[in-house]
């Protein structure tokens, strides 16, 4: 049994759920977010909230029953709050900024970075060393952020580079003389 798929996604006040068209619509304050529906799981929209539980006893259905439930729990929380992802930069004149709908960034490259930023994205550099990458979608928040990262990953010697706010660098010892 699912623990997790167990529980009941709450529905906060200002929040409507759909059911329609294999796709399960969650509209609030701060957007409409949808996702598929799976074959092998049944969707209750009842007062408590909306129960996701399995239609049959199939591996297949246990499997996707946990992972759906916090997938509709995702668009419900994206849509009341939102979701943020904070990369910081460490390094020397290693920095970024925010210039339209570019981010900016130098990461000790012969050049600068250009990062376009995509459509229901936002991203505010308070600082030049942090970027605070912040949208509705749960999974565009972290795959923005990854692709950010990606151009300096954090080395394991000085800890340069780009990592998310409260990751731990396993530091190395260097080279002894």
Request: charged share 30%; net charge positive.
């Amino acid at each position: 049994m699912s623990r997790i798929g167990k529980k009941t996604v709450s529905i906060p006040a200002g929040v409507t759920a759909t059911m329609e068209d294999g796709l399960v619509k969650v509209k609030g304050p701060k957007g409409e977010l949808s996702t598929p529906m799976v074959d092998d799981l049944t969707y209750e929209l009842n007062d408590d909230g909306l129960q996701v539980k399995p239609a049959n006893k199939t591996t297949r259905a246990r499997a996707f029953w946990g992972m759906q439930r916090t997938l509709v729990q995702n668009l419900v929380d994206g849509v009341t709050e939102g979701f943020t992802q904070v990369l910081e930069i460490n390094g020397v004149g290693y920095r970024a900024a925010v210039k339209g709908k570019v981010l900016n960034l130098q990461l000790g490259f012969s050049h600068d970075v250009d990062f376009d930023i995509p459509e229901g994205i936002t991203i505010k550099t308070p600082d030049q060393t942090t970027v605070e990458i912040s949208g509705i979608d749960r999974q565009q928040v972290g795959q923005v952020a990854a692709e950010i990262r990606r151009w300096r990953k954090p080395e394991p010697y000085k800890g340069k580079g780009i990592k998310y706010r409260g990751e731990y660098i396993y530091r190395k010892e260097g080279k002894k003389k």
